[in-house]
């Protein structure tokens, strides 16, 4: 049993805690606004849940799920996430979150860029790619010839390593894309972002055949 702090609770944080929650965990979820205003999630959720500010979900989660858009003013509690693998499933938009230059130039992802905003944190890409539902619809047992595969990208193989175990526990194999510097390979517009259902080799080779020239 261990307890994940999730940041965001909107489609993505939302759908993962009902996954973690489903597989053993317990969950404690924050917005950018009062705790209260989670009061109507945390009831559906149930016992394993419970609302927190960001800073609170980020001190009590053994790891912790960042399901946020990037910034680049940063907004996330820095000191209570330092220590922490800090799980990241923001893709950056430009038409959503304004331009990023250093990142549309192809000096830096998106993820180096989070990383360096949480430099006290191992930041590790993951979910980025499915849509949040299909985290819980598309989930299958181990060998079942069905069973997708999803990319997960770090500076830190632990930090692939806990992702991979939750990937798992939902019912999907993982294919390491590290180290952050390659993860704009599953970012929007790329073959393994379009593509719907994946199994381990068709995403293997999506993320072969990715172009960094493909627009967003
Ligand atoms: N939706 C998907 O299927 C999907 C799939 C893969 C990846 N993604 C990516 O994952 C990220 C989250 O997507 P989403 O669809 O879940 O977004 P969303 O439904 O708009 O939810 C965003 C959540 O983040 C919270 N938030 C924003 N800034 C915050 C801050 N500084 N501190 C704490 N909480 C904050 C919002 O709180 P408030 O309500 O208080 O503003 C809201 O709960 C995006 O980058 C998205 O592109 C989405």
């Known amino acids: 049993m261990a307890t994940i702090g999730i940041i965001g609770a909107g489609e993505v944080g939302s759908h993962i805690a009902r996954a973690a929650i489903v597989s053993g965990y317990d969950v404690v979820i924050a917005n950018s606004r009062e705790a209260s205003t989670l009061s109507g999630l945390v009831a559906e959720l149930g016992p394993s849940a419970s609302a927190s500010t960001a800073a609170g979900a980020a001190a009590a989660g053994d790891f912790v799920l960042v399901a946020v858009p990037l910034r680049l003013v940063n907004d996330m509690p820095v000191e209570a996430l330092a220590g922490k693998v800090v799980i990241d499933t923001n893709n950056y938009m430009a038409w959503r979150d304004g331009n990023y230059p250093i990142v549309d130039s192809g000096e830096k992802t998106e993820h180096e860029l989070r990383q360096e905003q949480l430099p006290a944190s191992k930041v590790v890409k993951a979910f980025t790619h499915i849509q949040a539902p ?17 990319a997960a990208s770090s500076d830190f193989p632990e930090a692939v390593e806990i992702v991979a175990r939750l990937y798992a526990q939902f019912g999907f194999d993982t294919v390491d894309n590290s180290p952050l510097s390659e993860s704009w390979r599953t970012r929007p517009g790329q073959p393994a972002w379009k593509q719907e259902r ?13 172009n960094r020239t493909i627009p967003r």
């Open 198 to 210: 994946q199994t381990r080799s068709k995403l293997i080779a999506n993320l072969v055949g990715a």
């Open 134 to 150: 299909r985290i819980i619809a598309w989930g299958r047992s181990r060998g079942s010839l069905d069973r997708l595969a999803l």
